[in-house]
């Protein structure tokens, strides 16, 4: 993970000005259709801000993360919000949003790192909150391009999913990069519930 950190506060101009101004509103707006009027967010690996931006300007409160540094300071500049420096290992919070967008972000977790942020990330959103998550459609897991990738398709994801029985895929599907000129790299999307508690 130090690596591919160390990529991010290297290459944070290059990287938002490659992501920033990209149109993403049709896979924004499918997200923000689940939660309640101006609900709480947390993005979760937020980068250049691009995100965290459109969802304050639809009225929604968001926290904003990420573990690079610089990337932190753009996208503070970009969103308005103080955005904050940390790892996703170290999400703590208990029932507090009513979603969480990790956008290409939990992808560079080694798939042992990703078990317990799962299992965090379930625990931080409501119960009958959502978690939107992106990753590279394959089964290839190492470096590419000086980052961590761990890819999924939908059978793999499922797989790795079923040790917790608390939440469901609500929605699953393939794009290509929404970035001009990578429009081939596909990217598996999923919308993924906390489920109420089963009563008796």
């Not at 009027?37 to 409160?61: A, H, N, P, Q, V």
């Not at 170290?90 to 992808?107: M, Q, V």
Request: aromatic share 14%; glycine share 8%; with cysteine.
């Amino acid at each position: 993970m130090n690596e591919t950190i160390n990529y991010y506060d290297n290459n944070a101009e290059i990287f938002v000005a490659g992501t920033l101004d990209v149109e993403f509103g049709i896979i924004q707006n499918r997200f923000l259709s689940l939660l309640p009027e101006r609900g709480y967010i947390l993005d979760f690996g937020c980068g250049s801000g691009r995100d965290t931006k459109y969802f304050l300007s639809r009225g929604y409160d968001v926290d904003a993360i990420d573990g690079s540094e610089k990337l932190c300071e753009i996208a503070s500049i970009n969103t308005g919000i103080k955005v904050r420096q940390m790892l996703f290992s170290e999400l703590a919070e208990n029932s507090k949003y009513d979603g969480i967008w990790a956008c290409a972000s939990i992808l560079h977790l080694t798939r042992k790192e990703l078990e317990p942020v799962m299992a965090k990330m379930i625990k931080a959103v409501k119960q009958g909150g959502y978690i939107y998550t992106s990753f590279k459609y394959g089964e290839f897991e190492g470096f590419r391009n000086d980052r961590y990738f761990t890819d999924f398709t939908e059978k793999t994801y499922r797989d790795f999913i079923n040790e917790y029985p608390d939440i469901k895929i609500i929605e699953e599907w393939v794009t290509g990069d929404a970035r001009p000129g990578r429009e081939d790299e596909k990217w598996l999307n999923l919308i993924i519930q906390r489920l109420e508690p089963i009563t008796k």
